[in-house]
């Protein structure tokens, strides 16, 4: 069974610019949240999405958004790009919404902002 | 908001020994998760244990154990007989039982960064 892709794997913007990221999940996983990793903040949730719908969102701005399709996929988007948006940003997905519930990672795609 | 504290940036551990990692939370719930994630330097992280709050019998996985201390709020990890693949980032995690509005999802810890000594 295929892990959690994440696509692209490295990009690179420029200040200003927005940013498209992927997920795609593990086959019959329905939950999918994300994840920023910087090495001055460390992990921080940025938002859950099951069945097409947002159920939780991380203490970030505006900026960034994102979405589930119907076969589960994700996407997570940040417009007008700072410096410091710069981070690890990892997928992770799950069979159901469940607390306890293990979360399985991707690769994570690694955005550098210049 | 819960906190979620690893005191130790790097642990250094000789292969076939054991080895300790601390973790400590701050919450006012009563009910909740926590886990070990390992982040091996292809960062791809994975489970390595859980623990429900609920449970006063600590959790464990093969050579890996967990002594919960819930008045203490403390979740340390115990890796026996450490293996040159248990090197790795391990991030420690807490998860609230009460889902839906506000932030919610896993709150982790800085990490320690395990490094195994052949």
């Known amino acids: 069974k295929a892990g959690v892709t994440q696509t692209p794997r490295y990009l690179i913007k420029t200040r200003g610019q927005q940013v498209t990221l992927s997920c795609s999940p593990i086959?019959?996983?329905?939950?999918v949240s994300w994840y920023q990793q910087t090495p001055g903040q460390g992990l921080q949730f940025l938002f859950e999405?099951?069945?097409?719908?947002?159920?939780n969102k991380g203490n970030f701005p505006g900026r960034f958004s994102g979405r589930q399709f119907s076969n589960s996929r994700s996407e997570m988007n940040v417009s007008t790009l700072e410096l410091g948006d710069s981070a690890l940003y990892l997928c992770?997905?799950?069979?159901?919404?469940?607390?306890?519930?293990?979360?399985?990672f991707g690769e994570g795609s690694r955005l550098t902002v210049l | 908001a819960q906190t979620v504290t690893q005191s130790q940036p790097e642990m250094s551990v000789q292969e076939a020994e054991t080895v300790t990692l601390s973790c400590t939370y701050d919450?006012?719930?009563?009910?909740?998760?926590l886990f070990w994630y390992k982040q091996p330097p292809s960062r791809q992280m994975i489970l390595v244990i859980r623990?429900?709050?609920?449970?006063?019998q600590n959790a464990t996985e093969n050579r890996f154990s967990v002594n919960f201390q819930k008045a203490a709020k403390s979740f340390s990890l115990k890796i026996s007989d450490s293996q040159l693949g248990d090197a790795a980032m391990y991030f420690c995690?807490?998860?609230?039982?009460?889902?839906?509005?506000?932030?919610?999802?896993?709150?982790f810890g800085k990490g320690t960064h395990l490094i195994i000594q052949p």
């Open positions: 992770a997905s799950s069979l159901e919404v469940r607390e306890s519930g293990e979360l399985f």
């Open positions: 086959s019959g996983h329905r939950s």
């Open positions: 999405y099951f069945s097409e719908t947002q159920r």
């Open positions: 919450t006012s719930e009563s009910d909740y998760y």
């Open positions: 623990q429900e709050a609920y449970k006063q």
């Open positions: 995690a807490y998860r609230s039982s009460y889902s839906g509005g506000g932030a919610d999802g896993l709150t």
